[in-house]
């Protein structure tokens, strides 16, 4: 079983800069695949990025040069950079975690984290 916390969410002006980060319960941590998603009001839940255990990330499109993604296996926390942001960005963040590789693949994730919510102001 793994529990997952998310934070760092909240309210910045487009281009602003947010970190969030998603604390992880468990031993196995390292070996886990770590995504990204987020739900904008109104939209169904997408994929923003995910790293995997050896540290290889990927983005959506969409965020590909803005958020990065990182993790400090050590802490068992992953990160999410997100610079530039835009009122597009709005949405409520979720951390997940696989075992697998099918990384931009919502339901290939085990675990969900409750969310966390970052608003960008125009």
């Known amino acids: 079983q793994v529990q997952l916390v998310e934070s760092g969410g909240g309210l910045v002006q487009a281009g602003g800069s947010l970190r969030l980060s998603c604390a992880a319960s468990g031993r196995t941590f390292s070996s886990y695949t770590m995504g990204w998603f987020r739900r904008a009001p109104g939209k169904e839940r997408e994929f923003v990025s995910a790293?995997?255990?050896?540290?290889?990330?990927y983005y959506a499109d969409s965020v590909k040069g803005r958020f990065t993604s990182s993790r400090d296996n050590a802490k068992n926390t992953v990160f999410l950079q997100m610079n530039s942001l835009k009122p597009e960005d709005t949405a409520v963040y979720y951390c997940?975690?696989?075992?697998?590789?099918?990384?931009?693949?919502?339901?290939?994730?085990?675990?969900w984290g409750q969310g966390t919510q970052v608003t960008v102001s125009s």
């Open positions: 997940a975690a696989q075992y697998g590789a099918r990384w931009s693949e919502s339901d290939a994730y085990n675990y």
């Open positions: 790293i995997t255990w050896r540290g290889n990330t």
